[in-house]
């Protein structure tokens, strides 16, 4: 079974997306970060290896695009984790200048996901061979000692 290849590849793509989120400087208080994990599902035909994250990593990695108001209440708790400190103007009425900020501009995209894939290929490919080899081998084996 190729399954203990895919917890390294999990293990590792969680490590390549914690860097990258750190180096966008998208950890406000580190619930996102932390919340990260993987988990490697067995299907009928093969495995599956899932990402888990809270729901908001999709705005971080694919942005969002301009005509929606985010929850005021969310954009709040951003400004605490943050440490941000109004001047001249409640933290509720920043949160409203925020949410109206996004609403009209939307957020850019960092494509987070997409680089850390391309970052780990080619480390899944050799990972994936080493497996598959291992497996190869012991199916060899099993036949000749029978």
């Known amino acids: 079974?190729?399954?203990?290849?895919?917890e390294i590849i999990g293990s590792e793509f969680i490590k390549e997306l914690t860097k990258r989120l750190i180096e966008e400087d998208k950890v406000a208080s580190g619930n996102l970060i932390n919340s990260l994990d993987y988990k490697v599902l067995e299907l009928v035909d093969g495995f599956l290896l899932e990402l888990i994250s809270n729901d908001y990593l999709k705005y971080v990695d694919v942005g969002r695009a301009p005509g929606t108001f985010p929850p005021i209440?969310?954009?709040s708790?951003?400004?605490?984790?943050?440490?941000?400190v109004p001047q001249g103007i409640t933290k509720d009425q920043l949160a409203f200048l925020i949410s109206r900020s996004i609403y009209e501009s939307g957020i850019r995209p960092t494509f987070v996901i997409e680089k850390t894939i391309n970052s780990i290929y080619n480390s899944i490919d050799f990972i994936?061979?080493?497996?598959?080899?291992r497996e190869?081998?012991?199916?060899i084996n099993d036949f000749f000692n029978k």
Do not use: P, T
């Open 136 to 139: 190869i081998d012991k199916m």
């Open 73 to 75: 209440n969310k954009i």
């Open 128 to 133: 994936i061979e080493k497996g598959l080899n």
């Open 77 to 84: 708790k951003w400004i605490g984790d943050r440490g941000i």
């Open 1 to 6: 079974m190729l399954k203990k290849e895919l």
